[in-house]
């Protein structure tokens, strides 16, 4: 995979083509499509962003990861990718506790 510069926000752009590219022309393959959706649930609460119990964050997976990088998005694309090591080795486990 080449996206050009080293960057979570052009990362994210390349995936987003890939997912339509897969939904026009109706590739489906759950390995190559993890669900974002809880993805980004799953990084709010490993970074605490739980109050009262419900998860209080909309800013998406990769806003998360870049303000936790401090706005640094090449190291925010290394961070990613062991934040989603860890997401697929545990599972949605995390989530359970909380209303999504």
């Known amino acids: 995979m080449y996206i050009g ?3 979570l926000s052009i990362l994210q752009g390349f995936l ?3 997912y ?3 939904s026009v022309y109706n590739v489906h393959d759950e390995l190559a499509e993890p669900d974002f959706g809880r993805f980004h649930d799953w990084v709010a609460v490993y ?3 739980v109050v009262d119990g419900r998860i209080n964050s909309v800013a998406g997976w990769k806003n998360i990861i870049i303000e936790e990088c401090k706005g640094q998005e090449e190291l925010a694309v290394d ?3 062991e ?3 860890k997401f697929r080795s545990e599972g949605i486990g995390n989530l ?3 209303e999504i």
């Open 83 to 85: 934040l989603y090591d």
């Open 5 to 7: 510069e080293k960057k």
């Open 47 to 49: 970074y605490g962003r």
């Open 79 to 81: 961070v990613f990718f």
């Open 16 to 18: 987003h083509g890939f």
């Open 96 to 98: 359970k506790q909380f």
């Open 20 to 22: 339509y590219a897969s």
